[in-house]
């Protein structure tokens, strides 16, 4: 009885502190901005398929992702600036649209045809990556798993084993959940609701990059600068 008190103390305390990271709502506000060409069935394919990528994500994070890491030589404060120039690139893009002129009907159709192909991108990047399991979030990941198997913390072995499956997997049902509300939400706001959530989360996503390049740098120059 004592050990699956113990399961749900793990459980809390790993969604108490992945959850801040994750933010399932700022996925759902980029989702709206990205999926505005969309059908409602598109949307929801997008919603799994990006919880299913956060599952993964995080899954192979703590079991392999330090080693991952040594052996390509990536360091957290790479992750960090690299996950910043990928968001900041996103929110430009988001923030200055291409203005396309008035096209003909056939040139009209192909657009729409090749806007429904590209929209199978954004699962992964940047709904599941970096929006969701974020650098933060993976940095946390891999700090809290050499904890884990060193067992420092006294918990049980099959808690220690089963506790991170199920953080992980809970945390893809909440985003999930946040990311099927989206339809409601877009048949609230409409069109220009959605142009204006798209480009304030495109400034929104451009501050957070440059912010995950600023801690990334400073993160590199306390690590490998001397301190005099």
Known sequence: MSSILQLFQVIGLGLALLLPLANPLTTVALLLGLSGNMTNEERNHQSLMASIYVFLIMTVTFYAGQLV?????????????????????????????????????????????????????????????????????????????????????????????????????TIAIILWICLRSSTAIMKLVGESGIEAISRLMGFLLVCMGVQFIINGVLELISTYVPMT
């Open 69 to 169: 890491m040594s052996t390509f030589g990536i360091s957290i404060p790479g992750l960090r600036i690299a996950g910043g120039l990928i968001v900041a690139f996103i929110g430009f893009r988001m923030l200055f649209p291409q203005q396309s002129a008035d096209e003909a009907p056939e040139v009209e159709t192909k657009s729409r045809e090749l806007r429904k192909k590209t929209s199978a991108n954004i699962a992964f990047v940047p709904l599941a990556m970096p929006s969701t399991a974020g650098p933060g979030t993976i940095a946390m990941i891999i700090s809290t798993a050499s904890s884990v198997k060193e067992n420092t913390l006294g918990f049980a072995h099959w808690v220690l084993l089963a506790a991170p499956v199920t953080i992980f997997l």
